[in-house]
């Protein structure tokens, strides 16, 4: 070792380590770019199946799109998975709903398909704001064995 170098020292995780500004300055730069690093990639098959959980949470739950800007959702996602980033309100509208949308349609298509009769009820009613609403209920049987 040189006079006048800083020597490196090592700590069990507890203490503070002695080391210069520089020595500093890049340690923090490293642990900025592997904490970036970490993230999933946008097309990987582990973000993909956690948008399309998301999705449907959103869908069968009816949540609003703005679960993914609620910071206590935000909070609860990165304690489950860190290396996880929520995708925008506007790209869980427009994409992956979108994207759910066409693959549950193409499914019932094929289910269409193979259904012989199906019944149909109507119901009227207003609610108490006095809007008019029309619903119609299908049903069929499946499969049936």
Same mark, same amino acid.
């Given at each position: 070792?040189?006079?006048?170098?800083?020597?490196?020292?090592?700590?069990?995780?507890?203490?503070?380590?002695?080391?210069?500004?520089?020595?500093?300055?890049?340690?923090?730069?490293?642990?900025?770019?592997?904490?970036?690093?970490?993230?999933?990639? $946008? #097309?990987?098959?582990?973000? =993909?199946?956690?948008?399309?959980? !998301?999705?449907?949470?959103?869908?069968? &739950? /009816?949540?609003?799109?703005?679960?993914?800007?609620?910071?206590?959702?935000?909070?609860?996602?990165?304690?489950?998975?860190?290396?996880?980033?929520?995708?925008?309100?506007?790209?869980?509208?427009?994409?992956?709903? $979108? #994207?759910?949308?066409?693959? =549950?349609?193409?499914?019932?298509? !094929?289910?269409?398909?193979?259904?012989? &009769? /199906?019944?149909?009820?109507?119901?009227?009613?207003?609610?108490?704001?006095?809007?008019?609403?029309?619903?119609?209920?299908?049903?069929?049987?499946?499969?049936?064995?």
């Amino acid at each position: 070792m040189s006079i006048g170098s800083t020597p490196a020292v090592v700590t069990d995780g507890n203490e503070t380590a002695s080391t210069s500004s520089s020595c500093r300055s890049s340690l923090n730069s490293v642990a900025s770019y592997f904490k970036r690093a970490v993230l999933y990639e $946008s #097309n990987s098959k582990r973000k =993909t199946d956690i948008d399309k959980a !998301l999705t449907e949470v959103v869908a069968k &739950d /009816v949540k609003p799109y703005n679960i993914v800007e609620n910071e206590s959702f935000i909070k609860y996602t990165e304690v489950l998975d860190p290396r996880y980033k929520l995708p925008s309100k506007t790209h869980l509208r427009d994409v992956l709903m $979108s #994207n759910l949308y066409k693959e =549950t349609s193409a499914k019932l298509s !094929l289910i269409f398909q193979e259904v012989l &009769d /199906v019944s149909i009820t109507c119901d009227l009613w207003t609610s108490s704001a006095n809007a008019s609403f029309l619903t119609v209920t299908g049903h069929f049987v499946y499969n049936y064995v």
